[in-house]
């Protein structure tokens, strides 16, 4: 099921914005999808750490576990807390031949760099992947998801964009079958309008909660937390 949805994606377009609340659980996913993508061969996989503003969870630091999976990463070293951006953005968002994938810092701060690269995003080639995590403190009650996405993406320029919500209901290492139910289940009533693409789950619960939901089911393979955070994320990776 992993893989249909990383071909459906990159069967309808070519560039894609992950972004969403702070915290929502972006960069994991970004990994996870560029490394499905890269699977299912084809068009160049190229993956851009745009993430200013987490120094310790970030894209790069699984740099070596994405390139070993044939995805392209680009980023550019910062020193101290300066601000930058990794070359060739614009070249790869123009170019057809390549699949890209931007992994921007959480809420409206860390999206605001990505507004110089609008004019390149808002084609039918380019859909945005809006991360929803119904228990993070912003993410409480419809006003608040609206309030959060309406900030993050007019910083980011992309409301002119499709979008795709992702479902990512969890609380960390504590995160069981039933809490992932219980948060689709809260999103859905929250933006009945806009139900989500899909649904992310630890690979160790990803089993269980595809056979209690008709929503396609991305399993998640934590790369960026540390073995001591990681929880049950960490101890289930070979399980599934």
């Not at 084809?42 to 750490?49: A, K, L, S, V, W």
């Amino acid at each position: 099921m992993h893989s249909d949805i990383a071909a459906r994606l990159i069967g309808k377009h070519k560039n894609f914005v992950l972004t969403g609340e702070a915290g929502s659980g972006k960069t994991e996913v970004a990994i996870n999808l560029a490394l499905r993508m890269a699977a299912e061969g084809g068009r160049e996989i190229h993956f851009f750490d745009m993430d200013q503003t987490k120094p310790l969870f970030r894209a790069r630091g699984a740099e070596e576990v994405l390139r070993s999976g044939g995805v392209h990463v680009h980023y550019q070293e910062q020193f101290m807390d300066a601000p930058t951006v990794a070359p060739a953005v614009s070249e790869r968002l123009r170019d057809s031949e390549s699949v890209v994938l931007l992994d921007v810092g959480g809420g409206a701060y860390g999206s605001h760099m990505i507004g110089q690269f609008s004019c390149f995003l808002g084609g039918e080639d380019t859909l945005v992947l809006y991360l929803v995590n119904p228990y993070r403190p912003w993410s409480g009650t419809r006003g608040d998801i609206e309030e959060t996405m309406r900030r993050v993406l007019g910083a980011a320029r992309l409301g002119g964009c499709a979008m795709a919500v992702v479902a990512n209901p969890n609380f960390g290492r504590d995160t069981s079958c039933d809490d992932i139910i219980g948060g689709l289940a809260a999103l859905e009533r929250l933006l009945p309008e806009t139900p989500a693409s899909f649904v992310c789950a630890v690979e160790g619960l990803a089993g269980a909660v595809g056979e209690r939901t008709a929503l396609p089911v991305l399993p998640i393979r934590l790369y960026t937390l540390p073995e001591w955070m990681a929880g049950s994320g960490a101890d289930l990776r070979d399980k599934e």
